[in-house]
C-alpha cells in the first residue's frame, strides 16, 4: 500500500462546479499535511497547509480527519484557470514529505 | 530573492555521459532535496540533505551521487546516464520544523 495515496482522476468539472478530492495516508504518525497545485510541466507549489481544525482560502477549503486518516481539499465555484494537478502532502516526524500521485482537475467551459 | 534555482533547464545525454545537475537556494534553509518526476507518475526523493555536511539516500537513489556544498547549494550527479534516468528533476528546500517545500523549476533531462 502507498503510504500516500489519491485518486489520479481526470475529474472533469464545468466552471463553477464545486469538486472534493480526498486523500488517504498510512502513517498514523504523520504531523503536517499540505495540498500543492502542479501545472504541466511545471514546478510544484503551495496551494495551502492542512491544519486540524479545518482552514479555509477563499474558494478552497482543506480538512483532516486524523482518526481516518485521510484529507479532503474542496473547490467552490471552479475556474478554468483551477485545470491542474492537485497534490497531496504529508510528513512524518522528521525531514521527509511524501507525496501522493496526483489528482487532475480539468475544468471546461 | 530568487528562491529555488536550477541549472539547466533541459539537457540531453548520450548513455554512459556524465553530469551535474546544480541547485541552489537563497532562504537560508537548513534541508535540501533531489526528486525525479516521471509521466504520470508522482515525485520520487532521490536524495536529501537535511543540513550542511548530510546526505541520505532517498526512494530511488541507484545511478546517483549529490553533494550538499555548503547550505545554498546541492547538487545531483549522473556518472554513467542511461535511458531510465530520462525524467523531470526538481530540487526542493526547506526550513527546519513542520514546513512547506520549495521547488525549483525543474531539469528535463533526456537520455538517448
Known amino acids: 500500500r502507498k503510504e500516500v495515496e489519491q485518486d489520479p482522476g481526470p475529474f472533469n468539472v464545468p466552471e463553477g462546479a464545486t469538486v472534493a478530492f480526498n486523500c488517504t495516508y498510512s502513517?498514523?504518525?504523520?504531523?503536517?499535511f499540505f495540498w500543492y497545485r502542479q501545472d504541466c510541466r511545471k514546478e510544484p507549489k503551495l496551494l495551502m497547509s492542512v491544519y486540524s481544525s479545518g482552514n479555509e482560502d477563499g474558494r478552497f477549503t482543506a480538512q483532516l480527519n486524523r482518526a481516518s486518516q485521510y484529507i479532503s481539499l474542496l473547490i467552490r465555484d471552479s475556474k478554468l484557470s483551477d485545470s491542474a494537478t492537485y497534490l497531496c502532502?504529508?510528513?512524518?516526524?522528521?525531514?521527509?514529505?511524501?507525496f501522493g500521485g496526483g489528482t487532475r482537475l480539468m475544468v471546461k467551459p | 530573492n530568487a528562491g529555488v534555482t536550477q541549472t539547466p533547464k533541459f539537457q540531453v545525454l548520450k548513455t554512459g555521459q556524465s553530469m551535474t545537475l546544480q541547485c541552489a537556494q537563497d532562504?537560508?534553509?537548513?534541508?535540501m532535496y533531489w526528486y525525479r518526476q516521471d509521466p504520470g507518475m508522482g515525485l520520487r526523493l532521490i536524495y536529501y540533505?537535511?543540513?550542511?555536511?548530510?546526505?541520505d539516500k532517498g526512494e530511488v537513489p541507484n545511478g546517483y551521487n549529490v553533494s550538499r556544498l555548503n547550505k545554498r547549494e546541492f547538487s545531483l550527479r549522473l556518472e554513467s546516464a542511461a535511458p531510465s534516468q530520462t525524467s523531470v528533476y526538481f530540487c526542493a528546500s526547506r526550513p527546519s520544523g513542520p514546513y512547506e517545500q520549495y521547488f525549483g523549476p525543474g531539469t528535463r533531462l533526456t537520455v538517448t
Open positions: 532562504m537560508n534553509h537548513n534541508s
Open positions: 502513517n498514523s504518525a504523520s504531523q503536517s
Open positions: 540533505s537535511a543540513s550542511e555536511g548530510t546526505t
Open positions: 502532502v504529508v510528513n512524518r516526524a522528521g525531514n521527509m514529505l511524501t
